[in-house]
């Protein structure tokens, strides 16, 4: 079956401060993953996305390399600011499931001044 | 630029009431979705549409029903709202399905059922 595990938070960290948060996952077929942000209040949005092995996706700082070999999504960002507090998500859509999305659980992370 | 659109945002109901959620796209967006959220779970799909006319089971269906109203409208149903329905519920939508079509979310709506 289809499932997504990343780490536990919640994290916090200081401004400035490297950050990784992992994430694997168990997929059948060729998944593509997906990192989304959750702000208080909101819903989720796409941070970003990999459809392929070796595809890096990067957005405002954010990166993330599809691992196929250790089926991995690592998220990483080299300097966190106190706007990136937020609950992210890693997510992977299975075409072999009709397209549906199965995200892990979310974690947390505040960053200090 | 509304986006996705939820409401309410809060409810509370008893055991055995019924309720509608409703969720309204502005986007032009074919496909549509139904999540929850639980602590310690993350997000499970409910039920999806993938063109208007159409309705599919997600992962976790029971105890709901869901009707795609028009292309902008996706409504969710409780007809007899149990405890382990308490929950926080997001809709989202997309321009299609796969990969390339990034989902939208609505904002939530948390409803506590006692």
């Known amino acids: 079956g289809n499932s997504v595990t990343q780490m536990e938070g919640p994290v916090t960290l200081s401004e400035e401060a490297f950050l990784t948060i992992n994430c694997t996952y168990t997929a059948t077929g060729y998944p593509s993953l997906f990192w989304y942000v959750q702000y208080p209040g909101e819903g989720l949005q796409l941070l970003l996305k990999?459809?392929?092995?070796?595809d890096k996706g990067s957005n405002k700082g954010f990166e993330a390399t599809y691992r196929k070999e250790t089926t991995s999504f690592h998220l990483e960002k080299g300097s966190v600011q106190v706007s990136d507090s937020a609950v992210y998500f890693c997510?992977?859509?299975?075409?072999?499931?009709?397209?549906?999305?199965?995200f892990g659980t979310g974690t947390s992370l505040t960053v200090i001044p | 630029n509304a986006g996705v659109t939820q409401t309410p945002k809060f409810q509370v109901l008893k055991t055995g009431q019924s309720m509608t959620l409703q969720c309204a796209q502005d986007?032009?967006?074919?496909?549509m979705y139904w999540y929850r959220q639980d602590p310690g779970m993350g997000l499970r799909l409910i039920y999806y549409s993938a063109s208007e006319g159409t309705t599919d089971k997600g992962e976790v269906p029971n105890g709901y029903n869901v009707s795609r109203l028009n292309k902008r409208e996706f409504s969710l149903r409780l007809e007899s709202a149990a405890p382990s329905q308490t929950s926080v519920y997001f809709c989202?939508?997309?321009?299609?399905?796969?990969?390339?079509?990034?989902?939208?979310f609505g904002p939530g709506t948390r409803l506590t059922v006692t």
């Open positions: 990999a459809t392929k092995a070796d």
């Open positions: 986007m032009n967006h074919n496909s």
């Open positions: 997510a992977l859509l299975s075409p072999n499931t009709g397209n549906q999305f199965y």
């Open positions: 989202a939508s997309s321009v299609g399905q796969g990969p390339t079509y990034e989902q939208y």
